[in-house]
């Protein structure tokens, strides 16, 4: 009885062991590959949701070559990056295509990806917990919901970096922050297109939004929008970035703060600067075409 007691433990440490040294730090996925491979180089895997149980947490998942790896949810610190040159995709309909749901300590990174809700997809990047998620250089497009959706319940700093991306033609907001406790989550947008969505991008509930050298275009009510009635803790600073053709290029709403320079706010429906309730700042420094302002704005001085 003894010695089997002993076998059984002997048993389960290699076990543990065997799956522990199952996992590298790097994987690589394959239209061509197959999930039961190990996700090596010369034998990697089909999709992204196959690799991920095969990556060490820290790791990274490569694409080989042109393909759609599905969609995939990530519980802990992991790049995926889809290479340059190429389409690596993820192309899902009625549901998301990436959702983030990991640790407080982890550090996502989203690279060099094409995300396709083909017209019937929710969200296609939804950041649910973590400390870090970036999405550099990708296309987001045709989901009913968000393109970007930062939708946090944690008591620990988070951020999210959007970098030399694109999202567009999204059914509802384009790039969308909210925590729903404190601390507020930190938002960088820079170097990315906005078009085509019902509003373009969005600080809601505790949330703190940075946008330069960008561009929100044809969102049919705001280009840009911050509110926060239930705790007054929504506050987007907008820089050398270009909104036109939206239904109100900026929007301070009811809990809010919005300050602008050195943009282009061109051709709105209604309202260059509209206030509706929150606080409008601008620092006069810019280029205001085809409609004039909504309310109350407060200068901002240069120093």
Not at 43 to 60: D, L, N, R, Y
Not at 267 to 276: D, K, V, Y
Request: proline content about 2%.
């Amino acid at each position: 009885m003894v010695r089997k007691s002993l076998l059984s433990v002997f048993l389960m440490i290699l076990l543990g062991t065997g799956l522990a040294s199952a996992q590298a730090s790097r994987t690589w996925v394959s239209g061509v590959g197959d999930d039961a491979n190990p996700c090596s180089r010369t034998a990697p895997c089909k999709t992204f949701a196959g690799a991920i149980s095969k990556t060490a947490a820290g790791g990274e998942i490569d694409a080989l070559d042109p393909a759609g790896y599905g969609a995939v949810t990530i519980t802990k610190a992991i790049t995926i990056d889809g290479g340059g040159g190429q389409v690596a995709s993820v192309l899902v309909a009625g549901t998301n295509g990436i959702v983030v749901q990991a640790g407080p300590s982890d550090v996502v990174i989203l690279r060099n990806l094409r995300i396709n809700g083909i017209g019937t997809g929710i969200n296609g990047i939804r950041f649910l917990s973590g400390k870090d998620l970036n999405v550099e250089n990708c296309y987001i497009f045709g989901f009913t919901t968000n393109g970007v959706d930062v939708a946090l319940n944690q008591a620990t700093a988070a951020s999210v970096h959007v970098l030399s991306s694109v999202i567009k033609n999204v059914g509802g907001v384009g790039i969308r922050a909210t925590n729903t406790v404190t601390p507020a989550v930190q938002v960088g947008v820079d170097n990315t297109a906005v078009i085509l969505d019902s509003t373009g991008i969005q600080a809601a509930q505790h949330s703190h939004i940075t946008v330069n050298r960008s561009v929100i275009e044809n969102a049919t009510t705001d280009g840009a929008q911050a509110n926060d009635a239930a705790t007054s803790d929504a506050i987007m600073t907008i820089d050398h970035t270009d909104l036109s053709f939206n239904g109100h290029a900026v929007t301070a709403a009811t809990g809010s703060s919005v300050s602008v320079a050195d943009s282009k706010l061109a051709f709105s429906g209604t309202c260059a600067f509209n206030n509706a309730g929150g606080i409008m700042g601008t620092f006069q420094t810019n280029r205001i075409v085809g409609v004039g302002n909504c309310g109350a704005t407060t200068p901002l001085g240069q120093q």
